[in-house]
């Protein structure tokens, strides 16, 4: 059973974005981003679609 939740963190990490060829044939953007709490636990993340490739949301520092 699928369930969302509300996640908070701070960017410790972004990565650039990358082209990924899909086995379809197609591209799709990624970008992979690590997050931080306040227990210092530490999350990876990655992101998938054209929205997040200009985003200024995931820069180091920022809380999300």
């Not at 992101?47 to 809380?63: H, I, P, T």
């Amino acid at each position: 059973q699928k369930k969302t939740i509300d996640v908070v963190g701070i960017v410790s990490e972004a990565g650039d974005c990358d082209e990924i060829k899909l086995k379809s044939g197609g591209t799709r953007m990624r970008k992979c981003i690590s997050l931080v709490d306040d227990t210092n636990s530490s999350i990876s993340l990655t992101l998938w679609g054209d929205e997040f490739a200009s985003s200024n949301s995931f820069q180091l520092d920022n809380s999300l």
